[in-house]
Structures are given as structure tokens and as C-alpha cells.
């Protein structure tokens, strides 16, 4: 069993920045792919950006390519998502995922296949 917990959001200025931590425990961090997702009120749960090896190169939403960087330490057991010139459309709920099925692996923008969820965190940009 993996439980994820997130940290890190907050209320930002539009412009600005905040990085989202994905604090992991359980079995070997390192062979999970991680994902985070978010949700903004009366939106459905959405792609943002996937890792699946350290130091292999994310997959990103194109809403948020080129701001969003997501990372990994698998000595701290952490995913990382930085968030950089925040617009007032990023205001969701994000959550970070983990899996390690040969679907995640493949498709790692789909929600569905993975296993483990954290609690969420609120992220609200203000224009």
C-alpha cells in the first residue's frame, strides 16, 4: 500500500509561483509513475503534467507546458511539480497519483489506471 500526501498549495498572486510536494511512503518509490491531475470546482478531474523515471522527461498538459515543470527525488520519496506564471484558470484542487501498471506507464495522462491518490491540495491564483 503507497500513501501519497501532498503539500504545498496556497493562495498566489497571477504571475507567480508555488511548488506542489508529493511526499510518498510504502513500497519503492521508484517504480511508480506519478502524475498529478487537478480539479476545479464544477470541472472534471483533468491531466496536468506525469513522471515516470527519475530523470526521464515529464509529459505535460498544453495548458501548462512550458510553466509547469514536475520532478522527482526517489532518495526522499518525493514528486515535485513547479509551478511558475500562475494564471487565475490553474485555481483548482491538485492531486498527485502513483501507479505501476504497463497502462500508466503507456498512458500516463489517464487518471483511470492509477492506483494510489493523495488527498488533494488547493491551489487559487487571483487575477
Known amino acids: 500500500q503507497v500513501q501519497l500526501v501532498e503539500s504545498g498549495g496556497g493562495l498566489v498572486q497571477a504571475g507567480g509561483s508555488l511548488r506542489l510536494s508529493c511526499a510518498a511512503s510504502g513500497r519503492t518509490f521508484s517504480s511508480y509513475a506519478m502524475g498529478w491531475f487537478r480539479q476545479a470546482p464544477g470541472k472534471e478531474r483533468e491531466f496536468v503534467a506525469a513522471?515516470?523515471?527519475?530523470?526521464?522527461?515529464?509529459y505535460y498538459a498544453d495548458s501548462v507546458k512550458g510553466r509547469f515543470t514536475i520532478s522527482r527525488d526517489n532518495a526522499k520519496n518525493t514528486a515535485y511539480l513547479q509551478m511558475n506564471s500562475l494564471k487565475p484558470e490553474d485555481t483548482a484542487v491538485y492531486y498527485c497519483a502513483a501507479g505501476t501498471n504497463t497502462e500508466v506507464v503507456f498512458t500516463p495522462m489517464i487518471s483511470r489506471p492509477y492506483e494510489y491518490w493523495g488527498q488533494g491540495t488547493q491551489v487559487t491564483v487571483s487575477s
Open positions: 513522471i515516470i523515471w527519475s530523470g526521464g522527461s515529464g
